[in-house]
């Protein structure tokens, strides 16, 4: 069950060893920089880096194999959604039309659309795996530290801390009580029905709610009686100093930021037209 939560993972690797406040901003800036831009080749570029820093990473499958169909799924739905709502918005980007597919009514597919949800593909693969880099290679406690060293409150800091260990404690909690209600009899692996399942998953969501508020109450007593919050600093067993590789990763966010920046006054704007 641990292999298979959300969370942070200890390894050995260079982007375990980075500090956690480095790895932020480069997910912060390089998120900025992918999604202000649509140059296809710049976000080409920025998703073969970022699944080549996944699989460096050493990430195994089981590990984020979920959420990754979860995501999935809402992506091409959104996708879907795009081309459903606005079907010649690409067409309205690019000042041109090229169809590949006579429908009906307004739904032609042209070549613009496709290259415009092309982009939005893009977009998904340049931010998500570094996003699941960060959530499964950061300790929260070494992040809350360099957060509180950078000048933000440490209550603000720990709250940080706080959330990302609070990821795996609800997925262990989801499937205990998953596997609760199937020994109950309520069938809810892939052998039943998907009816079956969304029913049981909605059985879930009541004592999923009760056990996370009395979590809640018991590390805000616990954190009451240890006094948090009375003085206006604190130390911490975890604190993680910058190293030459976190000023590198700093500067390669950067890097990317100001070549994103670049491509607005090449291509005249957001959108990189090859029609």
Known sequence: ????????????????????????????????????????????????????????????????????????????????????????YGVQLYGSEHILLNGFGRFNLTQE????????????????????????????SSFAASLNQIGISYKVSYAVSLALRYIPDIQEDFMNISQAQQARGYEMSRKGRLSQRIKGTARIVLPLIFSSLERIEVISTAMELRRFGQKKKRTWYVSQPFKAIDYIVILVALMILASSIGLFMVNHGRFYNPF
């Open 113 to 140: 659309e496709v290259f415009y949800l092309f982009n939005l593909l893009l977009k998904y693969f340049c931010t998500i795996p570094l996003t699941l880099i960060f959530l499964l290679t950061t300790n929260p």
């Open 1 to 88: 069950m641990n292999q298979q939560t959300l969370g942070y993972h200890p390894g050995e690797t260079v982007i375990h060893n980075v500090n956690a406040t480095a790895k932020l901003v480069f997910l912060l800036v390089t998120t900025i920089a992918c999604m202000t831009t649509y140059d296809t080749r710049f976000l080409f570029v920025i998703s073969l880096f970022s699944l080549g820093l996944f699989k460096f990473s050493s990430i195994k499958w089981q590990q984020v194999s979920f959420v990754v169909k979860f995501i999935a799924f809402f992506s091409v739905l959104n996708l879907v959604a795009v081309y459903v709502f606005q079907p010649m």
